[in-house]
């Protein structure tokens, strides 16, 4: 009997010990599970839709600025972003000034674009018109979720290679754009485009008076009236406007344009809710081909 009880015992004690041990492997693969995930954040849209792609399935990207009826230089962090950005595994800014609200919050870390295209204070803060910075930025992105999560690093670049492929149908469409365009000479709204315009083969022939609307300042009455000339004189391929400007002088402008038959090209600062950059990118390129060609 004693023997029986002691068999007993150690039969329950080894039923116990095991659920132990199965426990404790739930409790260690639900850790792990909670670690194989990254939780991103960005302060646009257009990087964190860029961003998801990158991280695939492994995770996901929450953006703050998810619309383009809000403006980025006037945004103010509330503090539900603050609780975003301090639970997020890594946080993306533009840098260059353009999101300087991201920093006074608690970020474990932030991936600055910035920094990444080498970019310095003072620079055109619009990176993401340039698809030589987005190439950047995209290997950056796998290169720091590699580092966070090692086991999936192979992944990361995979997409990363995959994305930049589909980079290309950008590059292609700027190359067609600055084949054939005449008339090199544009005027805009505000440096938004410009990087874009730089690489087909552009010159802003207005730069001080749209540095003065995007600082949220009325242009000098000599920089309105040289541009108003130049539409007049048909002495700019085409105007682009900034959606998203608020100003009088620059509604006035793009109204000048269309009395004078000079195209307007609409762009806006931050995609719109629900698309992706490339669309968003392409969609106004070919807004810009039309344009072109009809100027041929």
């Known amino acids: ?3 029986f009880s002691k068999l007993f015992l150690l039969a329950v004690g080894a039923i116990l010990f095991t659920f132990s041990l199965s426990a404790c492997g739930k409790q260690s693969s639900t850790k792990k599970a909670s670690t194989d995930k990254l939780n991103v954040v960005a302060t646009t849209n257009f990087y964190g839709n860029i961003a998801q792609e990158v991280l695939g399935d492994h995770g996901t990207v929450t953006s703050i600025i998810n619309s383009p009826n809000i403006d980025p230089h006037d945004f103010t962090p509330t503090t539900a972003t603050a609780k975003k950005v301090a639970k997020a ?4 800014e533009n840098g260059v000034g353009y999101d300087t609200w991201v920093n006074k919050l608690q970020a474990r870390k932030i991936l600055s674009v910035g920094k990444i295209v080498g970019a310095k204070d003072g620079d055109n803060e619009h990176l993401w018109y340039n698809p030589a910075n987005i190439e950047k930025y995209v290997d950056a992105l796998a290169a720091q979720y590699g580092r966070l999560l090692p086991q999936d690093a192979a992944a990361f670049k995979k997409n990363a290679a995959a994305y930049k492929k589909k980079l290309n149908i950008l590059n292609q469409k700027m190359d067609q754009i600055k084949n054939e365009k005449q008339n090199a000479n544009v005027a805009v709204s505000e440096p ?3 990087y874009a315009l730089q690489k087909m083969g552009f010159k802003v022939t207005d730069s001080h008076f749209a540095l003065a609307i995007e600082e949220g300042s009325d242009p000098s009455y000599t920089d309105i009236r ?3 000339n130049n539409i007049k004189e048909h002495k700019i391929a085409f105007f682009v406007l900034n959606k998203q400007d608020d100003s009088k002088i620059v509604d006035n402008i793009a109204d000048l344009c269309r009395k004078e038959n000079i195209p307007v090209l609409e762009v806006t600062e931050t995609m719109p809710k629900g698309g992706n950059y490339i669309d968003w990118f ?3 390129l070919d807004q810009l081909a039309k344009i072109v060609q ?3």
């Open 1 to 3: 009997m004693k023997k």
């Open 192 to 194: 938004v485009f410009n």
């Open 226 to 228: 040289d541009l108003q």
């Open 294 to 296: 009809t100027k041929r």
């Open 282 to 284: 392409s969609n106004e």
């Open 89 to 92: 595994n890594l946080v993306i």
